[in-house]
Nanobody, 124 residues
Framework: QVQLVESGGGSVQSGGSLRLSCAAS????????MGWLRQAPGKEREGVAA???????NYADSVKGRFTISQDNAKNTLYLQMKSLKPEDTAMYYC??????????????????WGQGTQVTVSS
């Protein structure tokens, strides 16, 4: 079965960096689109970044220029490099997979499989 396991979260000060990883298994990684989404306390889940099976990417306006999504198909791993972190980036970050190989926008409702999440906390 599809499994997505996130890692790399933690606590950093404002302006700091983190790199999240998502190890995928149980399916042909390169045939799915992937995304990073997040949910802050009391808020709805929102899309952060997406990458389709061709490597096309898109980002939420709030993270453009600061976050970079990438993947290593040989390792079945998705990454999210986060720089210049802000307190408003504090959230649980989820890795998600979609059977729509052309999905290039991080719309939460369009993902089929989700990981358990990794917490990112940014202090001012």
């Amino acid at each position: 079965q599809v499994q997505l396991v996130e890692s790399g979260g933690g606590s950093v000060q404002s302006g700091g960096s983190l790199r999240l990883s998502c190890a995928a298994s149980g399916y042909t990684y390169s045939s799915y689109s992937m995304g990073w989404l997040r949910q802050a306390p009391g808020k709805e889940r929102e899309g952060v970044a997406a990458i389709d099976s061709d490597g096309n990417t898109n980002y939420a306006d709030s993270v453009k220029g600061r976050f970079t999504i990438s993947q290593d198909n040989a390792k079945n791993t998705l990454y999210l490099q986060m720089k210049s972190l802000k307190p408003e980036d504090t959230a649980m970050y989820y890795c998600a997979a979609s059977t729509d190989y052309g999905l290039r926008y991080p719309i939460p409702e369009l993902y089929d499989y989700w990981g358990q999440g990794t917490q990112v906390t940014v202090s001012s």
